[in-house]
């Protein structure tokens, strides 16, 4: 299920203008966009500090300017200034917004109309502008869920377990031999380093023999020293490279069909990748990454 998309809206609170701050809340609520306006949330902290985090946590920003004092001199007025502060502090969140200024307000004012292009609205008159005010909250939600499915596809491409390098799958070959026959345990690194000892041994033999020309264990011996070798790193690649990184445990990662309901709550993809899936059968956790559909099918 998606989350509702929020806007925070940055306006007058004085009696005479709520009018014109609900009837854009309305708006809102009809695209499925839930507004947040300070005054309806009070909080036991300083004003700036919580319209800071207010502001943060919203998807939107929803600037409207109505009338506050008349500029002398001039046929025209100012917006409320702490609505410009907040403006301001939505442009440096690289938040998606809009601004709405009522009609006979000093249109140079702040700086959000050089961030956007805006809305100029009469009081009296507000349905002349719905269609507008309609299609921008409409662009401000693409904007918002273009996003949101591209932060969610950056969390679903994870990397899939790999076998470690050849130096790490040696030195943790002790552990995992150990683990597998005794459960999971702590094991100190002079345990570690004793096993490794020991399956250094068919080695050492081959060595020795190959320098003597095979009058120690015979050709027979040597053979069953090459074996041991491959047999041990294999086992320690194979259960490095099926370990979870969640729970730790060795040989329990595999991959599994993406079914139906995996692909419900996975973002979208383009159509030349499709998505992989491991799960752990001792924890359960489930990864998956999307790759390109020629580059798993050549490998």
């Known amino acids: 299920m998606k989350r509702q998309i929020s806007a925070f809206v940055s306006a007058s609170s004085e009696q005479q203008d709520l009018g014109v701050v609900r009837w854009f809340f309305g708006i809102l609520r009809k695209h499925d966009v839930e507004p947040i306006f300070a005054t309806d949330l009070p909080e036991p902290r300083p004003p700036s500090e919580k319209i800071k985090s207010l502001i943060q946590k919203s998807d939107l920003f929803i600037a409207i300017l109505t009338k506050r ?14 609505v410009q502060n907040e403006i301001g502090f939505a442009i440096g969140k690289k938040k998606p917004f809009s601004l709405f200024v009522e009609e006979g307000i000093d249109p140079n004012q702040g700086i959000g109309h050089w961030e956007t292009d805006y809305i100029v609205f009469d009081r009296k008159k507000l349905r002349k502008i719905q269609s507008k005010t309609e299609k921008i909250i409409e662009a401000l939600k693409n904007q918002v869920a273009d996003k949101m499915e591209t932060q969610a596809a ?3 491409i994870i990397e899939e377990p ?3 390098s050849f130096d790490e799958n040696i030195i943790t070959a002790g552990r995992v031999l150990i683990e597998r026959l005794y459960g999971r345990l702590d094991i100190s690194l002079w345990k570690t380093y004793a096993f490794l000892l020991l399956i250094s041994i068919p080695s050492v033999y081959f060595v020795y023999d190959y320098i ?4 120690i264990v015979g050709i027979w011996g040597e053979i069953f020293c090459v074996v041991v070798l491959i047999a041990s790193l294999t ?7 099926t370990k979870c990184r969640k729970c730790k445990s060795y040989f329990s990662v595999r991959e599994r069909p993406v079914l139906a309901s995996d692909l419900a709550k996975l ?3 383009p159509d030349g990748r499709r998505y992989f899936k491991w799960v752990c059968d001792v924890c359960g956790d489930t990864k998956y990454k999307a790759r390109d559909r020629k580059t798993q099918d050549e490998s």
């Open 235 to 241: 086992f320690v690649s194979s259960a490095e490279a």
């Open 267 to 269: 973002p979208r993809i």
């Open 212 to 215: 003597y020309g095979y009058k």
């Open 69 to 82: 004092d008349k500029i002398e001199g001039k046929d025209l007025w100012k917006g409320p200034d702490w």
């Open 154 to 156: 950056e969390e679903a």
């Open 162 to 164: 790999e076998a470690s």
